[in-house]
T-cell receptor, first 114, second 115 residues
Framework: DAGITQSPRYKITETGRQVTLMCHQT?????MFWYRQDLGHGLRLIYY???????DKGEVPDGYVVSRSKTENFPLTLESATRSQTSVYFC?????????????FGPGTRLLVL | AQSVAQPEDQVNVAEGNPLTVKCTYS??????LFWYVQYPNRGLQFLLK??????LVKGSYGFEAEFNKSQTSFHLKKPSALVSDSALYFC?????????????FGKGTRLSVIA
């Protein structure tokens, strides 16, 4: 019963490098989400996906790219990392059956951009 | 547009005393409301939710929340706080009448329970 896993859990990179954060869920939930958590801002939505091959921008999408070729995977790519992207990143998934919806979160990836 | 506010950044309470963490929301119709808890270096854990029905919702670890439509509030409560309840608490809202929109989260309230 793995639920949602994220990898890596910790990552240090340099400005300008490309970084991909992985997210995998075992429930076949249709919806998946990427959030970043920063002090003073709470959780901010980066991108979300309603199903495979369907993605939408959230509140803070600039500098990020997502894809969803399979229902269970939702990778987040920072094409050219900047210091402002230092943050903790959380992936989440949600079952969308009416009245039963609950959003579940992964353990997070702590990213430091030097 | 949907939004949620947690007016207190920090709540301090003595162990054994009742605790309340406040949340107010703004949606056009009937909301779906949620509380999550985050322990240090961990992801968010689901505590409880209001979808429909009884306004008093009971959740994990002895927590409960009351949906108050007239005051547009969904405060989290516990009759007797434990030191282990110390964590960051997030309220979230979704307007189901707007389709399958993402949850909108408050900025979080840090609860400290003092022994």
């Amino acid at each position: 019963d793995a639920g949602i896993t994220q990898s890596p859990r910790y990552k240090i990179t340099e400005t300008g490098r490309q970084v991909t954060l992985m997210c995998h869920q075992t429930w076949s939930h249709s919806y998946m989400f990427w959030y970043r958590q920063d002090l003073g801002h709470g959780l901010r939505l980066i991108y979300y996906s309603a199903a495979a091959d369907i993605t939408d921008k959230g509140e803070v999408p600039d500098g990020y790219v997502v894809s969803r070729s399979k229902t269970e995977n939702f990778p987040l790519t920072l094409e050219s990392a900047t210091r402002s992207q230092t943050s903790v990143y959380f992936c989440a998934s949600r079952l969308t059956r009416a009245g039963l919806e609950t959003q579940y979160f992964g353990p997070g990836t702590r990213l430091l951009v030097l | 547009a949907q939004s949620v506010a947690q007016p207190e950044d920090q709540v301090n309470v003595a162990e054994g005393n009742p605790l309340t963490v406040k949340c107010t929301y703004s949606v056009s119709g009937n909301p779906y409301l949620f509380w999550y808890v985050q322990y240090p270096n961990r992801g968010l854990q689901f505590l409880l939710k209001y979808i429909t029905g009884d306004n008093l919702v009971k959740g994990s670890y002895g927590f409960e929340a009351e949906f108050n439509k007239s005051q547009t509030s969904f405060h989290l409560k516990k009759p007797s706080a434990l030191v282990s309840d110390s964590a960051l608490y997030f309220c979230a809202v979704r307007d189901p009448n707007s389709g399958n929109t993402p949850l909108v989260f408050g900025k979080g309230t840090r609860l400290s329970v003092i022994a």
